[in-house]
Nanobody, 117 residues
Framework: QVHLVESGGGLVQAGGSLRLSCAASGSIWSINVMGWYRQAPGKQRDLVAAITSGGSTNYADSVKGRFTISRDNAKNTVFLQMNSLNSEDTAVYYC???????????WGQGTQVTVSS
C-alpha cells in the first residue's frame, strides 16, 4: 500500500506561480512512476506531468515550458512547480503513484488550484 499526501494548492492570480508537493509513504519500493493529474469541473482527469524512478519526465502539451516536475528520492516527495498560471489551469490536482507490474494506481486526496484572471 502507498499513501500520498498533497500540499501547496491555493488561489493565485494569472501569471503567478505555485508549487505542489506530494509526500509518499508505505511501499515506496514498488513505485516506478509518479505524476500529477488534474480535473476541472465537468471534465475528465488528465495527466499533467509524470516522472519515472530514473528521472525521465513527460508533460502535457498545455503545460510544457511552464510546469516542471521533480522528485526528492531521499524524502519520497514529488514536486510540481507551476509558473505562468492561467485560468485554464484551475482544477483539482491529484498526485498519482503507479506501482510496478502488476500495475496499480494510488491517488492522493487532491488539492485545489484556482487561478483568478
Amino acid at each position: 500500500q502507498v499513501h500520498l499526501v498533497e500540499s501547496g494548492g491555493g488561489l493565485v492570480q494569472a501569471g503567478g506561480s505555485l508549487r505542489l508537493s506530494c509526500a509518499a509513504s508505505g511501499s515506496i519500493w514498488s513505485i516506478n512512476v509518479m505524476g500529477w493529474y488534474r480535473q476541472a469541473p465537468g471534465k475528465q482527469r488528465d495527466l499533467v506531468a509524470a516522472i519515472t524512478s530514473g528521472g525521465s519526465t513527460n508533460y502535457a502539451d498545455s503545460v510544457k515550458g511552464r510546469f516542471t516536475i521533480s522528485r526528492d528520492n531521499a524524502k519520497n516527495t514529488v514536486f510540481l512547480q507551476m509558473n505562468s498560471l492561467n485560468s485554464e489551469d484551475t482544477a483539482v490536482y491529484y498526485c498519482n503513484a503507479r506501482r510496478r507490474p502488476p500495475v496499480l494506481d494510488y491517488w492522493g486526496q487532491g488539492t485545489q488550484v484556482t487561478v483568478s484572471s
